[in-house]
């Protein structure tokens, strides 16, 4: 099993930045990737960002490309998610996500492990 905790969510002005931090502990050596996922209220849970433990291999939504940064502290088993230029429509909850899959994936269906989640809010 693999736990992961995410922290670093707020209340934050359109414009603002956070960064979101989640980390994993248990079998995360069995982990290929992890990713960030959001679901704001009333929507579907959607695709942020993902990345690989090995190489640092990324990969954003086109939705968050340019403002957001996915990364990895491996000594930590530690993934960070900076959010810069934050929108309104950014509001949401964040959640991280690991996969044990070899194929770094934006869908769902491809983690394994969840966790809980952090509320992100923007005001305008």
């Known amino acids: 099993q693999v736990q992961l905790v995410e922290s670093g969510g707020g209340l934050v002005q359109a414009g603002g930045s956070l960064r979101l931090s989640c980390a994993a502990s248990?079998?995360?050596?069995?982990?290929?990737?992890m990713a960030w996922f959001r679901q704001a209220p009333g929507k579907e849970r959607e695709f942020v960002a993902a990345?690989?433990?090995?190489?640092?291999?990324?990969y954003h939504a086109d939705s968050v490309k340019g403002r957001f940064t996915i990364s990895r502290d491996n000594a930590k088993n530690t993934v960070y998610l900076q959010m810069n230029s934050l929108k309104p429509e950014d509001t949401a909850v964040y959640y991280c996500?690991?996969?044990?899959?070899?194929?770094?994936?934006?869908?769902?269906?491809?983690?394994?492990?969840w966790g809980q989640g952090t509320q992100v809010t923007v005001f305008s």
């Open positions: 996500a690991a996969s044990t899959r070899t194929i770094l994936d934006r869908a769902q269906g491809a983690y394994d492990y």
């Open positions: 248990g079998r995360t050596f069995s982990t290929y990737a």
């Open positions: 990345i690989r433990w090995s190489y640092g291999i990324t």
